[in-house]
């Protein structure tokens, strides 16, 4: 299973940005995708998960401001956020969780929230 991340980027603080994860291979291993990120000095950090069955779970700081989300067509996870603030910035990755107990990390894509 291969995860690309993409869709980070330079935003000001109440803006918005989408980030993608397109998943290829043996996706039909797969149970669930997450996104965690990683801030500068901090530790990675989940952020918000989807199940195959399209259940959904956010971090507090973040629910009501970030959607996460599947089209099955693409084999795309995207993760929206709206109303960013500075203490978004962070380095955001995806990962598959494999129904073999395996997890499957993508390449992080950068997000910076600054005016």
């Known amino acids: 299973v291969q995860l690309q991340a993409s869709g980070g980027g330079l935003v000001q603080p109440g803006g918005s940005l989408r980030l993608s994860c397109a998943t290829s291979?043996?996706?039909?291993?797969?149970?669930?995708w997450d996104w965690f990120r990683q801030g500068p000095g901090k530790q990675r950090e989940p952020v918000a998960s989807?199940?195959?069955?399209?259940?959904?779970n956010y971090k507090d700081s973040v629910r009501g401001r970030f959607t996460i989300s599947r089209d099955n067509a693409k084999n795309t996870v995207y993760l929206q956020m709206n109303s960013l603030k500075s203490e978004d910035t962070a380095a955001y990755y995806c990962?598959?969780?494999?129904?073999?107990?395996?997890?499957?990390w993508g390449q992080g894509t950068l997000v910076t929230v600054s005016s």
């Open positions: 989807i199940t195959t069955g399209g259940i959904t």
């Open positions: 990962r598959a969780s494999s129904n073999r107990g395996g997890y499957y």
């Open positions: 291979g043996s996706i039909s291993s797969i149970i669930a």
